[in-house]
């Protein structure tokens, strides 16, 4: 039951990384064809390429990409670079949190718009809800690949709404648009 599950301050979600600038390149710089994957803070899943293997990230593989101005998180779990400016990359605390979990934790979170403003503050203020490690994996497995009755509610309340616990109970209908 998510009411009994742990609370972590957003902080104590994550660890140092060695990501940084040296990592980055510029939103002039990406390529249609390349290479490597760039992973920036857009809506994209991958922004476009380059050929600079200098700039690719191959270790502490996975994290999660936050965009500051977007509110977007990427789950990426392969070598890429970083694109732009405001693409934050947040490594999980493996102590606390499974990856995927992690991640599916964050999208579940309601962090207000505020236009093209930075919101990493507004992250940084999150608790976020954490259940034992075995019911980690189970939900980090991918919340779509699990039966509907096994899907946490907070996911399912974001993305669908109008969901209600009868309908994870499975006395009354649920309806799902992609």
């Known amino acids: 039951m998510i009411e009994d599950w742990k609370k972590v301050n957003f902080f104590d979600s994550i660890v140092k990384n060695n990501v940084g600038r040296s990592n980055q390149i510029n939103a002039s710089e990406i390529l249609e064809i390349g290479e490597y994957p760039v992973i920036d803070q857009g809506q994209s899943f991958i922004a476009g390429y380059c050929n600079d293997s200098e700039k690719l990230i191959r270790k502490g593989l996975p994290f999660v990409i936050f965009g500051d101005h977007t509110r977007c998180f990427k789950f990426v ?38 236009g093209y403003n930075r919101h990493f503050k507004i992250l940084k203020e999150k608790v976020l809800n954490r259940p034992d490690y075995p019911e980690q994996r189970k939900i980090g497995v991918s919340p779509l690949s699990l039966p509907f009755t096994e899907i946490p509610y907070c996911f399912l309340s974001k993305y669908w709404p109008n969901t209600t616990t009868s309908q994870l109970s499975g006395t009354s209908p649920i309806s799902v648009t992609f």
């Open 77 to 114: 779990d392969f070598p890429f670079v970083i694109g732009a400016d405001g693409t934050k990359v947040l490594s999980p605390n493996t102590d606390l949190f499974d990856s995927k979990f992690f991640y599916f934790q964050l999208l579940s979170l309601d962090i207000q718009n505020r």
